[in-house]
């Protein structure tokens, strides 16, 4: 009878007792408790906060310093190319060596570049020189810190939540952006010191949560093995081994796209513009009684846009693909140059950047769909910074570029001049079937629902 009962039970499996399965992963925790997240994100929201105190402020002082506009310009250009100069190498920094080491590095060495300005004051004024070694420095931390504050962030939170982590983050860098201007303004009327102790605060806010959390790095040992096998190769005379190798991989990423050459072109183009836009507009306000807080204020523009942008990129991503938002949102802003010129002074610019920045943080999140996510960890070090440093590439010239059309042009010609360049350069892109055909990849709808 227990034999019988026995093969009954062999034979019928489902019959005996279920053994208990794996227990199903906990879900991630809720990014408000997400304690390395939110320290991160106040240290970037902290980190951008005095770059833009500091964007606004350095030229101003230069141009009370020396009151050359050329001089003005060169400042925003030394820093731009500095950090274009670097930006290759803090991708493969990014994609080697401990990440919150190097953001560590960057954040002090951003500390002390600011804090050297204040100092300087005290003993007497700060010399143009001394003001381009800060902006050198300036720009070298933007080349090293910035693909690393892309990674922290991501590699912090759940897949699930990432849609939602860069919603947050577009909120703070709007949030940054949109104080920074009128908080320079405001802090340069109290004192010329003084935007740049609040910048110099921000950087230690900053430095201190790069302290506070870990995040991952690369695998170390496997880098460290690549690097070997290249060495040995090229002492072989052999090719290397691994596409993925070298400090260029970044760019061979981005070229094998013919979606992104165009898009990254446009791109490029309307950041040049907007470098070249900045002074002259300072300098046609404050030449029509506007005052620093005012100048602040309507530069804020932008950031106001942007922040209200956030909400709106979902429904962007849904009404148009790739492509064709890009094309929008550069044509929007066209005709942006020539807001200075029109009545209404300050507030007639806040508007002007107001309707072009709503469409930054659909751009900002397209970059990510169509770059970021389509590459593994181990290379998006060297893709961030060719990206970074793509877009960057024309920001040193407009801005130098400003500076020089001032000694030789009134505002309102170079405004007039920097929107007719934007617009022929949009030309080509508009033609290109690639660009106005484009379609979001596989992951788009669900990060656009967010």
Do not use: C
Request: proline share 8%.
């Amino acid at each position: 009878m227990t034999d019988q009962a026995t093969s009954t039970v062999a034979e019928h499996p489902a019959t005996a007792p279920a053994e208990p399965g794996p227990a199903a992963p906990p879900p991630p925790v809720p990014l408000r408790r997400n304690l390395r997240f939110q320290a991160l994100w106040a240290g970037q929201a902290s980190a951008t906060l005095g770059m833009m105190v500091g964007d606004t402020a350095f030229p101003l002082l230069v141009l009370a310093l020396t009151g050359s506009s050329t001089a003005a310009g060169a400042f925003g250009a030394v820093q731009m190319a500095t950090t274009l100069l670097l930006g290759v190498h803090g991708g493969v920094v990014a994609d080697r060596l401990d990440r919150r080491k190097v953001l560590i590095a960057s954040d002090a060495t951003r500390l002390l570049a600011l804090a050297s300005v204040p100092v300087a004051m005290a003993f007497g004024q700060p010399s143009l020189v001394h003001l381009l070694l800060v902006a050198a420095a300036i720009g070298a931390t933007v080349a090293y810190s910035g693909p690393i504050r892309l990674l922290a962030l991501r590699s912090v939170v759940a897949p699930e939540q990432l849609p939602q982590a860069l919603a947050q983050d577009e909120a703070r860098m709007s949030g940054a952006a949109l104080a920074g201007p009128p908080l320079a303004g405001f802090l340069f009327g109290l004192g010329r010191s003084v935007p740049f102790l609040g910048a110099a605060f921000a950087s230690l806010l900053a430095l201190t949560a790069a302290f506070m959390v870990r995040f991952p790095s690369p695998n170390q040992p496997e880098k460290a093995r690549e690097v070997a096998e290249a060495e040995e190769n090229r002492e072989a005379g052999q090719p290397a081994k691994r596409a993925g190798d070298g400090a260029l991989a970044g760019f061979r990423v981005l070229a094998a796209s013919p979606l992104l050459r165009p898009a990254l072109a446009v791109l490029l183009v309307i950041n040049l513009t907007g470098a070249a836009l900045l002074l002259p507009v300072m300098v046609l306000l404050r030449e029509h009684g506007t005052g620093s807080t005012g100048i602040g204020l309507a530069l804020a523009g932008e950031a106001v846009g942007a922040l209200a942008g956030t909400a709106l990129v979902s429904r962007m991503h849904r009404l148009a693909g790739p492509g064709v938002l890009l094309l929008a949102v550069a044509w929007t802003a066209v005709p942006v140059p020539l807001a200075p010129l029109l009545p209404g002074g300050a507030p007639t610019v806040f508007a002007a950047l107001f309707v072009v920045g709503a469409g930054v943080p659909a751009l900002r999140v397209m970059l990510d769909l169509l770059v970021i996510r389509q590459v593994p960890d181990e290379l998006r070090g060297r893709v961030i910074a060719a990206t970074m440093t793509l877009l960057t590439a024309g920001m040193p010239a407009g801005a130098f570029a400003s500076g020089l059309l001032l000694d030789h042009l009134s505002p309102a010609t170079a405004l007039t001049a920097i929107s007719a360049v934007l617009a022929a350069a949009l030309l080509p892109a508009t033609a290109s079937r690639t660009l106005r055909r484009a379609v979001w990849p596989v992951t788009a709808p669900a990060s656009a629902r967010n």
